[in-house]
C-alpha cells in the first residue's frame, strides 16, 4: 500500500510560482512512475506531468515550458514546480503513483492517489 500527501497548494497571482510537493506518508514509490493530474470544477481530471522510475519527464502542452515534475527518491517525494501560472491553471491537483506500466497519460493507469491540494491563481 501506498498513501500520498500533497502540499504547497495556495493562492498566487498570475505570473507567480508555487512548488507542489506529494510524499509518501505510507509505503514507497521510489521504484514506480509519478504523475501529477489536476481538476478544475465540473471538469474531468486531466494529466499535467509525470516522471517515470527512471527520470525520464513529460508534460501537457498547456504546461510545457512552465512546469517542472521531478523526484527526490531519498525523501520519497516528488515535486512540480509551477512557473508563470495562468488563471487556467487553477484545479485541485493531485499526485498518484502508477506501480505497473502503461500509459503515463492516462488517469485510470494510475494506482494510488493524493487527497489532493488546491492552487488558485488569480487574474
Known amino acids: 500500500q501506498v498513501q500520498l500527501v500533497e502540499s504547497g497548494g495556495g493562492l498566487v497571482q498570475a505570473g507567480g510560482s508555487l512548488r507542489l510537493s506529494c510524499a509518501a506518508s505510507?509505503?514507497?514509490?521510489?521504484?514506480?512512475?509519478m504523475g501529477w493530474f489536476r481538476q478544475a470544477p465540473g471538469k474531468e481530471r486531466e494529466f499535467v506531468a509525470a516522471i517515470t522510475w527512471s527520470g525520464g519527464t513529460y508534460y501537457a502542452d498547456s504546461v510545457k515550458g512552465r512546469f517542472t515534475i521531478s523526484r527526490d527518491n531519498a525523501k520519497n517525494t516528488v515535486y512540480l514546480q509551477m512557473n508563470s501560472l495562468k488563471p487556467e491553471d487553477t484545479a485541485a491537483y493531485y499526485c498518484?503513483?502508477?506501480?505497473?506500466?502503461?500509459?503515463?497519460?492516462?488517469?485510470?493507469?494510475?494506482?494510488?492517489w493524493g487527497q489532493g491540494t488546491q492552487v488558485t491563481v488569480s487574474s
Open positions: 505510507k509505503g514507497s514509490f521510489s521504484g514506480y512512475d
Open positions: 498518484a503513483v502508477k506501480a505497473y506500466s502503461g500509459n503515463l497519460y492516462r488517469t485510470n493507469l494510475y494506482d494510488y
